[in-house]
């Protein structure tokens, strides 16, 4: 128990910027180790966004200024690590080699294709917080964690399933998921057992076609970077991660 305490702090402090450090035990497992408790991560950060997405609402804010509020806050509390992981993806795929698709996303300056990435995505993200919120502020706040802990869940199967693009980097030092079958399962089941508890008021077709929709898209953007750059990086992860959430929200805009 208390192994698996140390691997869901851990997985807080890989993909979150609350201050859990001073909790954790020395030597920190490894982020493979900790990739079953990848959604209750992302439960850990869409839980204040959906909160304020909910009260930004009742206060009588408009859809589109709640879903601002709520996808800023759940920015912050990532340290926009998952976004910028997109923009450094869309930036490599525009090198005409592996090695220079990964030198490209290794540099720091975004290029233009990251930017359209990130608009589109965040557009995309904002837009259907704003139509879900409309309708009812419970089913846009039940989206928001929904689409926060499936996606997480498609990073730990991406985890397992690929392998790193490059010697170095987090997607090297991460390790290779040893138990990759029952990591997976885990990190799937907590994600579907948090995703129909908080989309409980919505419909069986949509509750079934968020995590459909999400594995879909999480599918097609590992099968890109398998045969753009041989593997994952971390920005490949978080670009997978990104992919999955829009996907999720845009579903349950079509479902709802």
Request: aromatic share 2%.
């Amino acid at each position: 128990m208390a192994d698996r305490r140390s691997e869901a702090l851990t997985a807080l402090v890989w993909l979150t910027r609350l201050p859990v450090m001073r909790l954790l035990p020395d030597p920190l497992p490894s982020l493979s180790a900790c990739a079953w408790a990848f959604p209750l991560a992302g439960l850990a950060v869409a839980l204040p966004a959906a909160l304020l997405l909910h009260a930004a609402l009742g206060l009588g804010m408009s859809p589109l200024i709640a879903a601002i509020l709520a996808v800023a806050l759940l920015i912050r509390l990532t340290g926009a690590l998952h976004e910028d992981g997109l923009a450094d993806y869309a930036d490599g795929c525009g090198g005409p080699t592996k090695e220079r698709r990964l030198e490209i996303m290794r540099d720091s300056r975004i290029g233009s294709y990251g930017v359209l990435a990130l608009v589109l995505m965040l557009g995309l993200r904002v837009a259907a917080l704003a139509q879900l919120g409309q309708a009812a502020p419970l089913l846009a706040a039940g989206a928001l964690v929904a689409a926060a802990v499936l996606s997480r869940a498609g990073m730990a199967v991406a985890l397992a399933a690929m392998v790193p693009a490059r010697p170095d980097g987090l997607g090297r030092s991460a390790g290779r998921v040893t138990a990759r079958g029952a990591t997976c399962a885990v990190a799937l089941a907590l994600a579907l057992l948090i995703c129909c508890a908080w989309l409980a008021g919505m419909t069986p077709t949509a509750i079934l076609l968020a995590p459909l929709v999400c594995a879909a898209a999480q599918a097609l953007l590992a099968r890109h970077a398998r045969r753009l750059l041989g593997g994952q990086t971390g920005d490949v992860l978080g670009a997978i991660q990104q992919m999955g959430e829009g996907a999720t929200l845009l579903a349950l805009v079509v479902a709802a």
